[in-house]
């Protein structure tokens, strides 16, 4: 049973900063996760996804401002994110593939099976 439970959201100010946290449980299929996010009304956006070679891969509108980050050993995975804007208000969740070695968009959503409750970022 893989668990995913996100921390670090919260409120900050336009041109601030917030890190994000997930912590991963009962995940047997490599290292592989990443990040997505929502606001009302709209589609799950894929942010940033990394792979089990650590290989990077960012949504275009905020590459150069988030960096995801994980750590095989505690199983956990973050995203640092600088230069928030209103833009990036939104509910944010990690979620692992069903297998990191299929054939899948990481930024889609659709190659994900397990997911984590969200953790709240408001940019104002």
């Known amino acids: 049973h893989v668990q995913l439970v996100e921390s670090g959201g919260g409120s900050v100010q336009a041109g601030g900063s917030l890190t994000l946290s997930c912590a991963i449980s009962?995940?047997?299929?490599?290292?592989?996760w990443g990040w997505f996010r929502q606001t009302p009304g709209k589609e799950r956006e894929g942010v940033a996804a990394?792979?089990?070679?650590?290989?990077?891969v960012y949504a275009d509108s905020v590459k150069g401002r988030f960096t995801i980050s994980k750590d095989n050993a505690k199983s956990t995975l973050g995203l640092q994110m600088y230069r928030l804007n209103s833009d990036d208000t939104a509910m944010y969740y990690c979620?692992?593939?069903?297998?990191?070695?299929?054939?899948?968009?990481?930024?889609?959503?659709?190659?994900?099976?397990?997911w984590g409750q969200g953790t709240q970022v408001t940019v104002s």
């Open positions: 979620a692992a593939p069903r297998s990191c070695y299929g054939d899948y968009d990481p930024l889609q959503e659709d190659g994900y099976d397990s």
């Open positions: 990394i792979d089990t070679r650590g290989r990077e």
């Open positions: 009962g995940y047997k299929r490599s290292y592989c």
